[in-house]
C-alpha cells in the first residue's frame, strides 16, 4: 500500500509559476523529511530542496530565492513552489522520503526501478 506520487509538472513560459505536489500513503509521513531531486536526461539526480520533520528547509543554491518547500501533514502531502522559472529548470522531478530515525530513504537513492516516472517541468525558452 506503500506510495509517493508526484504531479502538478507541466509546460510553462520563463517566470511563471507552478506547483508541485507529493502525496504519500501507506506511510509514516510525520516522521519523515521530504527530499526533492531533479533529472536532466543523461545527469544524474540533483538534490534541490527539503522539508524535515520540524520544518527546516534547505536549498540548493540553483534554485535558492525561487523555489520553497513545504508540508502539510493533515493530508500527507508536500509540495514545493517553484518561481520564476528558467529555462533551465527544465527536468523531471521526484520527492523521497528519509527517515531520519532509520537513515533510510523510501526510494533507494541508486535503485532506478523505484523512483517511476516523476513529473516532467517543461519551460520553454
Known amino acids: 500500500q506503500e506510495q509517493l506520487v508526484e504531479s502538478g509538472g507541466g509546460l510553462a513560459q520563463p517566470g511563471e509559476s507552478l506547483r508541485l505536489s507529493c502525496a504519500a500513503s501507506?506511510?509514516?509521513?510525520?516522521?519523515?523529511?521530504i527530499h526533492w531531486f531533479r533529472q536532466v536526461s543523461g545527469n544524474q539526480r540533483e538534490l534541490i530542496a527539503k522539508?524535515?520533520?520540524?520544518?527546516?528547509?534547505w536549498y540548493s543554491e540553483s534554485v535558492e530565492g525561487r523555489f520553497t518547500v513545504s508540508r502539510d501533514n493533515a493530508v500527507d502531502t508536500a509540495y514545493l513552489l517553484m518561481n520564476s522559472l528558467k529555462p533551465e529548470d527544465t527536468a523531471v522531478y521526484y520527492c523521497?522520503?528519509?527517515?531520519?530515525?532509520?537513515?533510510?530513504?523510501?526510494?533507494?537513492?541508486?535503485?532506478?526501478?523505484?523512483w517511476g516516472q516523476g513529473t516532467q517541468v517543461t519551460v520553454s525558452a
Open positions: 501507506g506511510i509514516r509521513f510525520e516522521r519523515n523529511d
Open positions: 522539508i524535515t520533520t520540524t520544518s527546516d528547509t
Open positions: 523521497n522520503l528519509y527517515r531520519p530515525e532509520n537513515k533510510k530513504y523510501f526510494r533507494a537513492p541508486h535503485r532506478e526501478r523505484d
